[in-house]
């Protein structure tokens, strides 16, 4: 059984790949925080991307995913940056939920995917 971490630190990995799916941690927008929650969500899609690839997979490949938001009023502004992120033939199973307290008060949005390698 082969287990491969990735980005690991002492608390957790950003991806772990075992028997086909890379799992990625929940990714917060560590290089836009305070922004709005187009941005936050753009910059986490983009550090997606990025996982996704060191991994050798990719966003056709997604499996499932869960998205925190902070308020839920701005459910529509994060749909609006992944409607245009995600492929619509390969939408994954995904679940929205509201979680009024995130990793810090700079983040709104939480996003954690997994996906077939």
Not at 26 to 49: F, K, Y
Request: glycine share 6%; charged share 15%.
């Amino acid at each position: 059984m082969s287990i491969k971490r990735m980005d690991s630190g002492p608390r957790m990995s950003q991806a772990v790949v075992h028997a086909g799916v890379v799992y990625l941690a929940g990714q917060v927008a560590q290089r836009a925080p305070g922004a709005s929650v187009a941005d936050q969500t753009t910059d986490i899609l983009a550090r997606i991307d990025e996982l996704l690839a060191a991994a050798g997979s990719d966003k056709s490949k997604l499996l499932s995913a869960t998205i925190w938001l902070a308020d839920m009023g701005a459910f529509a502004e994060m749909n609006a940056v992944w409607d245009a992120w995600v492929e619509p033939a390969n939408a994954p199973a995904r679940a929205c939920v509201q979680s009024p307290a995130l990793a810090a008060p700079q983040f709104t949005v939480e996003i954690m995917v997994n996906a077939a390698v």
